[in-house]
């Protein structure tokens, strides 16, 4: 836990360590919550030299306003739409075992269901941290960490308008992150170039998405999650032997594909997580936001796979011959293509 961290510093240090944290309570109506800082990264904003002074109740009364106003541009709460959600400070007090400030905010605005958040309170140190503990009916919720590049961070409610909000963002995204991925993409036209029932096609859509799902839920807990530098190649080895595969089959030898689509499917779960690894999972809605962004990712294969299966369909009953050499072309294309990104990848692996 966030918490267990913040009792490392004390009054024998001359520097502590470089971290400020946030409560928030999230109620039906209003936002409130404390913030504890310390003194040596207020005083450096503030301009004093002494860091210890701002314990000092009149020193502090004198500086409240000038603190206010800083950390108020600093530590922001946005609704979905990117409109400020306005904070009042309210009182402020010390906490001199810590060297530190207690600071309590509150805000009289309704939580949205998605509550976009950014803290970071002392850029001038680019090892400082802030830490933010979200809260919902007394229970945490959520945690963020925000260091120096952090982007802002999303919580999303444990209410069904939350969920709601939940099933917005990452339905696209998993859609999105399909549709643009050339690799992803290659690899369905590789399996579905050789045509087949709508029954065998299925069969060999919903194996690479129950072998996806699997890998992606194990490395978005946290389970079991390769290197980017292990799967990366190994992607891209997928696409050159479901290729090869096309190429090399004869007329009645057992179609290998579905086992390709659960197998390989398994390693391209993983190249899902490292996108929700960056998008950020919210742990309060985890099982929601897993599932939203596997529907987005079956909606955008769907979007690939439909049109492309129904136009070699046609061009299969009405022009064989040139069917039988776009599958040709485009398993050649599809193994050079993974065969080009295998080499690349290793090769930028390798120089890193």
Known sequence: ??????????????????????????????????????????????????PQTLLDERVLAS?????????RDRLVFMNADGEVIPLQFQDISAAAADDALLLRFRSDMTPTPSLIVDAHLFPYDPAHQTFVNIYEKGELRQQFLFGADSPPQTHYAGTAAGVAAVFATFVPSGAHHVLIG???????????????SLRRLAVIVTAFTVGHSVTLALAATGTFAPPAWLIEPLIALSIVIVGADNLLRKEGQRDLRPIFA?????IHGFGFAFVLREFGLPTGNLAWSLLAFNIGVEI?????????????????????????????????????????????????????
Do not use: C
């Open 1 to 50: 836990m966030f918490v267990a961290v913040l009792t490392i510093s004390g009054p024998a240090q001359a520097h502590p360590a470089p971290f400020s944290y946030a409560d928030v309570e999230l109620h039906e109506q209003h936002i409130e919550g404390t913030l504890s800082v310390h003194t040596i990264d207020l005083a450096h904003e503030l301009g004093i030299e002494e």
């Open 63 to 71: 500086q409240y306003s000038d603190i206010k106003g800083m950390l």
């Open 182 to 196: 050339p690799d992803h993409v290659l690899f369905l036209i590789g399996l579905i170039l050789l045509g087949g």
């Open 262 to 266: 659960l197998l390989f499917g398994l």
């Open 300 to 352: 955008g294969q769907l979007a690939i796979v439909v049109p492309f299966a129904l136009a070699l369909a046609w061009l299969r009953k009405r022009m064989p011959q040139v069917t039988k050499r776009i599958v040709i072309g485009g398993s050649l294309a599809v193994v050079l293509a993974g065969a080009y990104w295998f080499v690349d990848r290793v090769l930028n692996l390798g120089s890193r």
